[in-house]
């Protein structure tokens, strides 16, 4: 008999599978293991790219409230110059001072409409953030169930790792 037929005492006759289809299987473990291996790595890359889109809004979002600050107290200071405006304009006397308060009023409203651009950049990036994020989450979210079972099957391999317990 030649080597495929022979049998070793005490073992258990193995059944016969061509070698094709063990090296394809072998080939097929490989990828698998090795498309595990990559795993870690693009999970890393996505956190970081979702803490840095995550610092991105929290940074939009202090500058968008400190615009609405700075708008709330112009608009107060408009509100109270236009009050004082309707004062003088009553006061013929005061028409130098009119003049000064209202001077002081454009000069108010100008720098609003000076920042407006920002704030409608702000909006801009403040919504690519956040199609950004949900086109992120959207994306990763898909690979969490594959990554478990490749995980289990990894650990199943010999020579994997260990098995944790749950």
């Not at 005492?9 to 299987?25: D, F, T, Y």
């Not at 594959?146 to 260990?162: D, F, N, T």
């Amino acid at each position: 008999m030649g080597v495929e037929g022979t049998v070793q005492a005490g073992m258990a006759p193995l059944p016969l599978i061509p070698l094709q289809l063990v090296l394809r299987a072998l080939d097929d473990l490989h990828v698998i293991a090795r498309a595990a291996a990559e795993l870690p790595d693009v999970e890393a890359r996505l956190t970081e790219r979702v803490d840095a889109l995550e610092d991105r809004a929290s940074e939009a979002v202090e500058r968008l409230d400190a615009v609405q600050d700075t708008a709330a107290g112009a608009t107060a200071a408009a509100q109270a110059l236009q009050r004082r405006a309707a004062e003088a304009v009553d006061v013929a006397s005061g028409l130098d001072t009119l003049d000064d308060r209202l001077s002081r009023l454009l000069q108010v409203a100008e720098r609003i409409e000076d920042g407006l651009p920002l704030v409608e950049q702000l909006q801009t990036t403040v919504t690519d953030l956040s199609r950004a994020t949900t086109t992120l989450a959207a994306a990763v979210e898909p690979l969490q169930p594959a990554s478990e079972r490749l995980g289990r099957i990894v650990e199943r391999l010999p020579g994997g790792a260990p098995r944790r317990s749950h």
